[in-house]
């Protein structure tokens, strides 16, 4: 046994020695296997690539890993996959080892949000012969693209600054931080610089500042600024990227918009201001006042100015408001001088107040100069005049402007006209009064009257301005020239009258008439041609044209005598000689030369009879009369007149002038008898000449005579002369108006108007007035201290239209009467008189003056209650000091004193002059500082470093509080002691006593420091006291643990009382005390002072301070008892508390009501609306999580989900025709992860289409709308919710504007912004007309809310309907185009159907032949024995057997586990269950059934349900799912009818259901399978038909109509027999197979008279009439499919 235990050992080494022996071997030989998956490179395991950011898809990452081994082919020896490829960023090629970027539908970005800077996929390799993995790791490198711009923190940025700020200064550094621009790219192409460009809108920015350090963007101020200039800049300010490449930099912009503060540089000025044109300068501006005289101030005050005297600031806008000055008011001078005696002006309001009357007499008018400046010390002020007039009452008399008045009126003018001032008629003539006692520019109200022709004419009664009219008709035949005088009455004194002359024009209203009817006339044979006949003269009473005449014959000459149209001289016509014996009747007419519509004529006869020849009659002078008017200027020589006559017999003739020209002035040629002037003519010396001229032939009786009447007419060649012995020097009494100085004369020997005398002043126009008659009166009330004497010019002038004038000075002397008050030199003085001055002291002198002569001033001061403390020298005006002044015994408010000084003539009469004094006193300083204690002590650690707090001094000063002199401040004397001076120091204002340095000093030491507290009076006034420090020994003071804590967080909800840690420190024999010193000043912690425990004292908030540092102090117990502290090093720690911030707090939304809208055709998961919600916690406690409570919706379903950590709501199911319909649920946000508090808001979602839409068109970009969205929702909003509150504008899409026809274009430069709003009332869409109305209604206000977002020149387009909507509309009216077709169509269809119908009726007889075969193959169905189950089912032992099925009942069965099947859309056919039973081919079977073939054919033929069975269905007929699984059966059980997949088709009330069968997968035996293969042979060529008209309503009614079905009308119920136990439907499928035996003999059935039923309760509904359609009433024929 032993020996066998040996061997089996030795077997068993030998076994093992060989397998590993045979092991080694084989890895020997295979060691070349391990080698595949190995990289057949050297270097690094690890491949690293770089890749460009936004790189292309499919970019080739690695082109080949090196990987050893074959991956593809028939043989591969290694398989390779990708590990840890997160995203799937990478895809791999295991055949070639290549490695490519995958970034379908995204795009790889570094950037942010993506922040994907590189990408690590593990390589897998599978060496496919030994097994092994190896993974190699690729590492792909993202390199940042410059592809994103700078982006600032903020659109704009705002600064201010004030105009008066340095040049170079720094006035914006708002780009510190964050708050400026920032780049995600990296590197270079994230670093920002900052530059200022050029803007076009304000080309002075770019100029006025500057950027020096880019990199930073620090503005600085470049130019000076002028807040009156420009107020605003808008910077743009550049922000680019410093990207290598200079061109690829990428930049942005933003707009500082810089206010500029206005600056105290300007004073005041008065308003109103009218400015000088191109300057900020206003025009010199005057004020008017007018008050009446002798009127008292209680009657005036105040007196109202126009306009109001009001100055501002030019520096409006200084901030804060109550930095701007305040105007102050003075007069500053004015005229006359005395006016501070009746006018003064409030300092503040500048209200003008009236002091005394003022007589007019001596003050007409005060003009005066206002000065307003600034109340702090501004040295710009503003000026302005006032003029204030004196209104006098009635005491002058009217007068009028013009000495004379000419006018002229048209003798024809009808009554009511209006006189003229020129002989054209165009101006009427003006007559102007007016009254010295009234303003020129007010109509003075008086009445003037004609004192001559007032039936003729009359004058306007009111007016500043009067016209004279006409009463009654004038002829200027009767009366050319009316002269009258007009006299002004102002119901006291009348004016002196006015002359007015009017001239009366002519009309054509006189006819012109011969002196006689007829002339008799004898010529002779022997005149010549143009020898005279007769001179006819006519007369007509008009002048000028209208009475220049002009002569014609009309009838009679026969063309032998001529006459002369302008003198009426009838000669003999040229070229005729006249017969002995003739006689002629001359018709001549007489015509003026009127115009023609005004034309008047008159005619007579002229009887001429021709005599033989007479050579005795004497010359002839045209006319006998002859009138002549030449001007005393005529020239000598110059011819007047031609007075040649006619001899009949041709002699000649002799001129002479017989008489009436002593002196020889005219000469009269003898042989022309052209008469000239031969000496000057002097109209003064004689102005008429009467000539009596011959014409003599040389015979004795050969002379006749003609007169000449020449008028010499005056020219204005005499100016006035002054009488020469009236005085020339002359004296008035001033202050005295009206009052008669003298009187002047001159004449004139021109005539009429030549030598009418007016007389003038030349100059003193405004003090003098002279009269008609040349007296002078004073205009005003003269003053002598103003002028004693005048030189005044007087004119005298003529009233020709080129007037001669001459002159005449007199001199006049204004005598002296005592009417001035003295006057002081300034109205007002102010003093500052120092307090404790001793009496007699003299502080000011006073001066007043006196214009009047001999005047004696004396002074007194008129205010009783201060004479005690001053007293007033009379004569020199010294004003002094009666005792000594205390500041401190006035009021706080103020310590002054004002009182009246006057000074009046002694000897005058006039009211004193009166000046104000205001006496200031000044405080001198009375007390100084006194200490509270002499000696102060404290204590200093020996190592206490600088500012070390020792101890506090306090000194007070009795002087009024408020003064400079009550201001107490400390120093350090250094000239006691000098070393404490060096190392120890006070605050000045506070007096705490501080080391100056940082201490080593020697324990125990003592030092003596001396302050010094002084104060700021006048003089300055000082105490001292001393400050003894002892230095400690370090023993003596407590030393901290450490020098800092920092106990665990306390949670903010910790109460009070909480412990927040423990500090502890030592001392030798020293007990200790804690205390906070420093960090609590809200105390918020306390500590116990002994056992220095830190603890909670008020409640804590994380939310608002996050940590405090506490400084502790521990002092020594006897340091703290003497009330003195010693911080040093040593006893002092710091205590960082950091508070933990807990869930205090719950979500917030930032909305309580959420408002959106989803379209009907939105896909799955869009998005609807983000809802977010805030928390004041901080981490976790504000990281929110998201849910929805929505209510129950039909069939289960989730409208709607939201994404957890986002909020942003999305749907989740279909919405296909759901407009109109709405959604509401609720949000809960739950923070710490949903862990949390929770908050919760609604939500309304409202289902819309495209019918609820508008688009509104916009002439920006996509982009910039997109940008701009949040802003102009919110607009939107506004403007609908102004007629619907509360209403939402949703956004369903943003694009480019698409326009052309059916809008198939796009322009991206215009934007289609597609909106609905939502209707939180109805929770419906807004209607879309509606909507359009709210919109365009407001589309300008729109564009105007749109334009800071737009830019310049963005706007709305339009606001119009979808295009969906707007191509329906195209489409419906497109539909009557196709009628016609749709006719043509109906007719060829028509045509079709005639065959078809041939060929049914044809057909016909074949079908009644099929339906007797098809009866007699169901008998044979009938009688084939039904197959066996395979397992039949046991039947219950208490159940009843089941009743019968009813007909029909097996025909159909459930599809699936429902007893229900949803009826598909419109048009859709019905899937029904196919039969079911014992009974194959799909036979009907009925409760008895007749074996008479005709009731067969009968019944048949009524029931009216078409049955096809189709033995050759090998799989789904089309649209149908194919079911392959019960193509065996088929054979294996002929004689089950569910086997047979044939297709059962029933046209039932015209509509077409379709059945199917269910496949049998039970193995049933089939008897007689060769029968019933012919069978199917013949059946597939049989269709049998039987229908019947059974209503839907039929189908529920039975036995089990109403207890398993669902009563939904789009349900048909369709069950072979009461669900239950013992049923058919809730038994195996096996026993639901009867065998022959129990199936209804044929022989039962003949007496079956019901017709088939299907059982249920359904009815006719209007969904089912729909889905029915156009089968409704059409009976379809049913065939094999």
């Not at 009127?295 to 501002?312: D, F, G, K, S």
């Not at 197959?1427 to 009942?1449: C, F, L, M, Q």
């Not at 136990?1621 to 809730?1626: E, I, K, R």
């Not at 199936?1639 to 209007?1662: A, Y």
Request: charged share 20%; hydrophobic share 35%; with cysteine.
């Amino acid at each position: 046994m032993l020996q066998q235990c040996y061997l089996w050992k030795w077997l068993a080494s030998g076994i093992i020695l060989g397998a590993l022996f045979a092991l080694c071997f084989g890895q020997y030989d295979d060691d070349w296997q391990y080698e595949d998956c190995k990289l057949a490179r050297g270097g690094p395991p690890a491949t690293i690539v770089a890749i460009d950011e936004e790189s292309r898809n499919g970019t080739i990452l690695v082109d080949n890993m090196l990987i050893k081994g074959t991956a593809g082919g028939p043989d591969p020896t290694i398989e390779l996959s990708l590990k840890d490829n997160v995203d799937y960023w990478v895809l791999l090629d295991p055949v070639k080892q290549m490695l490519f970027l995958n970034s379908t539908g995204r795009v790889l970005d570094r950037d942010p949000p993506m922040n994907i800077h590189s990408i690590v996929v593990q390589v897998q390799c599978i060496n496919k012969k030994v097994g092994t993995v190896i993974y190699h790791e690729v590492r792909i490198v993202v390199r940042d693209r410059n592809d994103n711009s700078p982006t600032f923190k903020h659109d704009s940025y705002y600064a201010t600054v004030n105009e008066l700020t340095p040049v170079g200064t720094t006035i914006f550094t708002g780009f510190s931080g964050d708050n400026g621009a920032t780049d995600i790219d990296d590197g270079p192409n994230g670093q920002i610089e900052y530059v200022i460009q050029y803007n076009p809108d304000d080309p002075t920015s770019n100029d006025t500042f500057e950027i020096p350090l880019m990199l930073t963007g620090n503005v600085v101020l470049r130019k000076r600024l002028n807040y009156e200039d420009k107020t605003r800049y808008f910077v743009i300010i550049q922000a680019n990227d410093r990207a290598q490449n200079l061109n690829e930099r990428r930049t942005t912009t933003t707009t500082l918009t810089v206010d500029i503060l206005d600056g105290d540089d300007l004073g005041p000025m008065f308003l109103p201001c009218v400015l000088v044109p191109n300057t900020r300068d206003c025009r010199p501006l005057t004020y008017q006042a007018a008050i009446p005289e002798l009127r008292t101030p209680e009657e005036l005050n105040p007196i109202i100015v126009t306009p109001p005297i009001q100055a501002v600031d030019q520096d409006r806008n200084i901030q804060p408001p109550s930095d701007r000055p305040g105007i102050l008011y003075s007069i500053l001078v004015g005229t006359p001088e005395d006016y501070p005696r009746f006018f003064q002006m409030h300092p503040r309001t500048a209200e003008l107040s009236l002091l005394e009357p003022v007589n007019r007499d001596f003050h007409q008018k005060f003009d005066l100069v206002i000065k307003a400046e600034q109340d702090n010390g501004h040295p710009l002020p503003a000026f302005a005049s006032l003029h204030i007039e004196i209104l006098d009452e009635n005491n002058q008399s009217p007068y009028f402007t013009m000495p004379s008045y000419q006018g002229y009126i048209l003798e024809s003018a009808p009554v009511g006209a209006t006189i003229s001032d020129s002989l054209n008629l165009t101006t009427p003539l003006r007559i102007v009064a007016l009254d010295k006692d009234i303003e020129d520019t007010k109509d003075p109200e008086l009445h003037l009257f004609l004192n001559d022709y007032t039936s003729v004419f009359t004058v306007t009664q009111t007016g500043i301005t009067r016209y004279l009219t006409l009463l009654q008709p004038v002829d200027r035949e009767e009366q050319q020239t009316y002269t009258f005088s007009i006299t002004a009455f102002d119901g006291v004194q009348e004016s002196e009258p006015v002359i007015v002359n009017i001239r009366v024009m002519d009309a054509n209203d006189n006819t012109p008439t011969f002196p006689e009817i007829s002339y008799d006339v004898y010529v002779y044979t022997d005149m010549s041609p143009g020898d005279s006949v007769i001179q006819l003269t006519a007369v007509d009473a008009d002048e000028g044209p209208n009475g220049e005449i002009t002569y014609d014959i009309l009838v009679g000459a026969q063309g032998d005598f001529a006459i002369n149209r302008t003198s009426g001289l009838v000669t003999v016509a040229p070229g005729r000689a006249l017969t002995v014996g003739r006689t002629y009747a001359l018709t001549v007419q007489a015509a003026d030369n009127a115009p023609p519509a005004e034309r008047r004529h008159s005619i007579c006869t002229v009887y001429i009879e021709v005599l033989p020849p007479n050579n005795q009659s004497p010359p002839r002078f045209p006319q006998l009369m002859y009138s002549l008017e030449i001007s005393e200027a005529m020239r000598i020589g110059a011819v007047l007149l031609n007075l040649q006559a006619t001899d009949r017999e041709g002699d000649p003739i002799t001129y002479a002038i017989e008489n009436g020209d002593p002196q020889r002035v005219f000469n009269l040629s003898e042989t022309t008898g052209i008469l000239t002037l031969g000496k000057a003519l002097d109209r003064e010396s004689t102005d008429r000449y009467i000539l009596i001229v011959t014409a003599s032939d040389g015979r004795p009786d050969g002379t006749s005579t003609a007169t000449v009447n020449v008028v010499v007419t005056d020219v204005n060649d005499n100016a006035p002369m002054f009488d020469p012995y009236l005085p020339r020097n002359l004296s008035v009494v001033e202050e005295e108006a009206n009052a008669f100085v003298g009187q002047v004369r001159a004449t004139d020997p021109d005539a009429g108007i030549n030598g009418q005398v007016h007389y003038s002043l030349g100059n003193f126009n405004n003090l003098f007035r002279i009269t008609s008659n040349g007296s002078i009166y004073t205009a005003v009330k003269l003053n002598r201290e103003v002028r004693d004497s005048y030189q005044l010019v007087v004119v005298a002038t003529d009233g020709a239209v080129h007037p001669r004038h001459s002159t005449l000075t007199l001199a006049i002397k204004v005598l002296d009467i005592d009417d001035n008050s003295p006057v002081f030199t300034n109205s007002t003085y102010t003093v500052v008189v120092e307090e404790n001055l001793p009496a007699g002291t003299t502080f000011l002198q006073i001066e007043a003056k006196d214009v009047d002569l001999g005047a004696n001033v004396s002074y007194r001061i008129r205010s009783p209650e201060v004479k005690h403390f001053f007293a007033l020298h009379p004569f020199t005006g010294e004003l002094s000091l009666l005792r000594s002044l205390d500041y401190e015994s006035f009021p706080e408010q103020e310590a002054s004193i004002t009182f009246l000084v006057e000074a009046f003539d002694i000897y005058g009469t006039m009211p004193p002059g009166i000046a104000t004094v205001t006496v200031i006193v000044k405080d001198m300083n009375d007390y100084p500082p006194v200490f509270s204690k002499r000696i102060y002590k404290g204590m200093v650690a020996p190592d206490a470093v600088k500012g070390t707090p020792i101890t506090t001094v306090y000194a007070e000063d009795a002087d009024p509080p408020g003064l400079p002199a009550s201001r107490v401040r400390y120093r350090v004397d250094d000239v006691q002691f000098p070393y404490p001076a060096s190392i120890f120091d006070v605050e000045e204002d506070s007096g705490r006593v501080i080391t100056r340095v940082n201490l080593n000093e020697e324990p125990t030491t003592i030092f003596k420091l001396v302050v010094v507290a002084f104060d700021d009076g006048e003089p300055v006034m000082s105490s001292s006291a001393t400050v003894k420090i002892l230095v400690l020994h370090p023993g003596e003071i407590p030393r901290f643990t450490q020098e800092e804590y920092r106990p665990p967080p306390v949670s903010e909800l910790a109460t009070r009382g909480t412990m927040v840690g423990v500090i502890s420190a030592a001392a030798i024999n020293q007990s200790i005390v804690y205390s906070i010193v420093a960090g609590n000043e809200e105390d918020m912690f306390g500590i116990n002072n002994i056992t220095g425990v830190i603890y909670v004292n008020a409640p804590l908030d994380y939310e608002t301070r996050t940590s405090y540092v506490l400084r502790v102090q521990a002092d020594s117990l006897e340091v703290v008892l003497a009330n003195l502290r010693v911080p040093s090093k040593s006893n002092t720690a710091k205590v960082y508390i950091e508070i933990q911030d807990e869930n205090d707090h719950p979500p917030v939304f930032q909305k309580k009501f959420y408002i959106g809208g989803v379209s009907e055709d939105a896909r799955m998961f869009t998005s609807v609306l983000r809802v977010k919600a805030t928390d004041k916690d901080t981490g976790n406690y504000s990281a929110m999580a998201y849910r929805l409570i929505i209510p129950p919706i039909k069939e289960g379903k989730e409208g709607f989900v939201v994404e957890t950590y986002t909020g942003l709501i999305k749907t989740a199911m279909l919405f296909h025709n759901m407009r109109r319909s709405y959604f509401k649920f609720q949000v809960i946000a739950t923070d710490n992860y949903g862990q949390g508090l929770s908050g919760k808001a609604d939500v309304l979602v409202s289902v819309v289409n495209q019918l609820d839409m508008q688009v509104i068109v916009s002439n920006v970009p996509p982009t910039l709308v997109e940008k701009k969205i949040e802003d102009l929702t919110e607009i939107l909003d506004r403007y609908v919710q102004e007629q619907i509150p509360g209403a939402k504008v949703v956004v369903e899409s943003i694009g480019a504007r698409r326009h052309g026809d059916a809008f198939s274009l796009e322009d991206y430069t215009k934007c289609d912004l597609t909106v609905y709003a939502i209707d939180p009332q109805t929770n419906r869409a807004i209607d879309r007309n509606e909507l359009f109305k709210f919109l365009d209604g407001k589309l300008l206000d729109i564009n105007k809310d749109f334009q800071p977002h737009y830019g310049e020149g963005g706007r709305i387009l339009e606001i119009r309907t979808p295009e969906a909507v707007t191509s329906i509309k195209k489409r419906g009216e497109s539909l009557g185009y196709t009628e016609g077709a749709l006719l043509a169509l109906a007719f060829i269809i028509i045509l079709c159907c005639i065959p078809a119908i041939l060929v049914v009726l044809v057909s016909y007889r074949q079908f009644k032949v099929r339906q007797a075969e098809c009866t007699k193959t169901a008998r044979i169905q009938s009688a084939l024995p039904a197959a066996k189950p395979a397992a039949p089912a046991p039947a219950p032992v208490a159940a009843p057997p089941p009743p019968p099925p009813p007909p029909g009942a097996h025909l159909y069965e459930e599809l699936g586990d429902s007893t229900m099947y949803e009826m598909p859309q419109y048009g859709s056919r019905r899937r029904l269950l196919p039969p079911a039973g014992p009974e194959e081919y799909g036979e009907v079977v009925g409760e008895a059934e007749e074996e008479e073939e005709y009731e067969e054919e009968e019944w048949a033929r009524k029931r009216m349900i078409k049955l096809v069975v189709d033995r050759g269905y090998e799989g789904s007929s089309p649209g149908e799912d194919s079911a392959p699984e019960c193509q065996p059966n088929r054979l294996q059980h002929p004689s089950v009818h569910s086997h047979v997949n044939g297709n059962i088709y029933i046209a039932q009330n015209g509509s077409v259901v379709r059945t199917r069968r269910a496949c049998l997968t039970d193995t049933l035996k089939a008897s007689s399978p060769g029968r019933l293969g012919r069978h199917f042979k013949k059946l597939d060529r049989l269709a049998v038909t039987q229908e019947e008209n059974v209503p839907l309503n039929t189908l529920s009614k039975g036995p089990f109509s109403t207890e398993k079905m669902n009563p939904r009308p789009t349900l048909v119920t369709f069950a072979p027999g009461p669900v239950g136990a013992d049923s058919p439907a809730g038994q195996p499928l096996g026993p639901r197979l009867r065998s022959p035996g129990e199936q209804v003999p044929m022989g039962d059935t003949t007496n079956i008279k019901e017709p088939l039923q299907f059982h249920g309760d359904h009815t006719h509904s209007d969904d089912e009439e729909l889905w029915m359609g156009p089968w409704n009433n059409l009976h379809i024929p049913m065939t094999k499919l």
